[in-house]
């Protein structure tokens, strides 16, 4: 059987009605719906099916309705397409998607992910409270010429996605100024995201205590599938490696880039994106040419895939 790289998506990938089609439709993807809402104590599902968009964007409702749908997703799939899927050599996910990653190689269940998710979700909200701060996508601009804007104005880079394309995230001010010196230095466009902090940068040190005794709180297996590092780009194995991760992973950049070319050096072209939108489509084939990407974010393409 064909094997891929199995990916999952992150905060910003959310929509109002995604994986309504999926519970409706499949008792698979309903299970995991009500397990999400009763390992909570909130209506999650009808947060994720109705909105508003407002609330369902708040960071702690965002991060366990991703993870939530992303993983009604993978069962949906495994219900319909059966050996239609290939088989997961390596499994990553971008930023919070690293957990949806971690509950698949089965490092935790799926509640522990989902629970896991809202915490870090509140915790990264508190500490944006803490310090004002703000992220921005810059385009068509230098890692380089990028890095030295960074020094200069006290920002850092946030999220290494692809060629072009470079999250930097620091102080709300502190962005603003960084975006304008990268729109003089030649970027093509710098856009300010709604986020409600400066994730992956070190104002998110508040979050990490919080974050740690969580998961000293929650039992970590071994993952049973290698997972790719969003810190390191490099594969992780063991469970105290993964702690390590996760405590990591709130202050330092997500190598989206060095993770693709990772898993495409080890003799592996074919990724599947499983989870609301395409994002992690998008950025793959800017960073490979060559990689072939399949995209399962509702009934419809799961179907696609059953019969091909």
């Given amino acids: 059987m064909t094997t891929a790289a199995w990916v999952f998506p992150g905060q910003g990938a959310q929509s109002v009605g995604m994986g309504r089609d999926l519970y409706d439709s499949l008792a698979s993807a309903k299970a995991i719906f009500e397990q999400a809402d009763e390992a909570l104590g909130i209506a999650l599902s009808k947060l994720c099916f109705e909105g508003p968009e407002d609330e369902l964007t708040q960071t702690i409702n965002a991060q366990p309705a991703l993870v939530t749908a992303s993983f009604a997703c993978l069962e949906a799939t495994r219900e319909i397409a059966g050996k239609a899927l290939p088989g997961a ?35 990264m909200h508190e500490a944006g409270q803490l310090q004002k701060g703000s992220m921005a996508a810059i385009i068509g601009l230098d890692e380089p010429l990028l890095a030295e804007i960074c020094q200069k104005t006290d920002t850092v880079m946030a999220n290494i996605n692809s060629p072009g394309q470079i999250v930097i995230s620091g102080g709300a001010d502190y962005i603003a100024k960084a975006m304008e010196m990268a ?27 919080g974050l740690t005794k969580y998961l000293d709180e929650t039992e970590f297996k071994d993952p049973t599938i290698p997972v790719i590092a969003n810190t390191t ?23 989206w880039q060095r993770t693709v070319e990772y898993i495409y050096g080890q003799g592996v072209p074919t ?22 990407t399949i995209n ?5 393409s799961i179907k696609t895939l059953a019969s091909e």
Avoid: C, W
């Fill in 233 to 255: 780009g490099e594969p992780l194995t063991t469970a105290d490696a993964v702690k390590t991760e996760l405590r990591n992973q709130l202050t330092n950049p997500v190598q």
């Fill in 183 to 209: 729109t003089a230095a030649g970027a093509k466009r710098a856009i300010e995201l709604q986020v409600s902090g400066a994730f992956h940068s070190p104002l998110m040190k508040p979050a990490v205590d």
């Fill in 271 to 292: 990724f599947i994106e499983i989870g609301p939108g395409q994002v992690l489509t998008g950025l793959i084939k800017r960073i490979n040419k060559e990689a072939r």
């Fill in 296 to 300: 399962l974010n509702n009934l419809e």
């Fill in 89 to 123: 050599s390596f499994l990553a996910g971008h930023s919070l998607g690293e957990y949806t990653a971690l509950a698949v190689a089965g490092v935790f269940d799926f509640t522990a992910a989902v629970r896991l998710a809202r915490e870090r979700g509140r915790l």
